[in-house]
């Protein structure tokens, strides 16, 4: 758990015993991971990612989504806490 002074952040645990998230920014290369440990930091320390485009609620969901250009992690709020469910990386081809 990452404690900050407005929230804390959690990796959500599967029935298996592996936490997806973490294992996810784990594995990627330094540069990418620092990206996002920025914006996890603004969370901690605010509360709420200001810009909109790193951090914003998924449609009709109580799911958010933070982006950090073509990653992205999943999380959702639970009181104080935000949970990180898994990650992945956005392949940006559109038709």
């Known amino acids: 758990m990452l404690q900050g002074s407005k929230c804390n952040v959690d990796y959500a645990c599967r029935l298996n015993g592996s936490y997806p998230a973490e294992e996810f920014i784990m594995s990627l290369?330094?540069?990418?991971?620092?990206?996002?440990?920025?914006?996890?930091?603004?969370?901690?320390?605010?509360?709420?990612?200001w810009n909109i485009e790193?951090?914003?609620?998924?449609?009709?969901?109580?799911?958010w989504e933070i982006k950090s250009d073509h990653?992205?992690?999943?999380?959702?709020?639970?009181?104080?806490?935000?949970?990180?469910?898994?990650?992945?990386r956005?392949?940006?081809h559109k038709d």
Do not use: M, Y
Not at 54 to 63: R, T, V
């Open 29 to 49: 290369a330094e540069p990418e991971r620092l990206k996002l440990a920025h914006i996890l930091k603004q969370l901690l320390d605010t509360g709420k990612v």
């Open 90 to 92: 956005k392949d940006t």
């Open 54 to 63: 790193k951090f914003k609620k998924l449609e009709s969901q109580p799911i």
């Open 71 to 88: 990653n992205r992690l999943l999380c959702f709020q639970a009181g104080n806490c935000w949970v990180l469910t898994n990650g992945f």
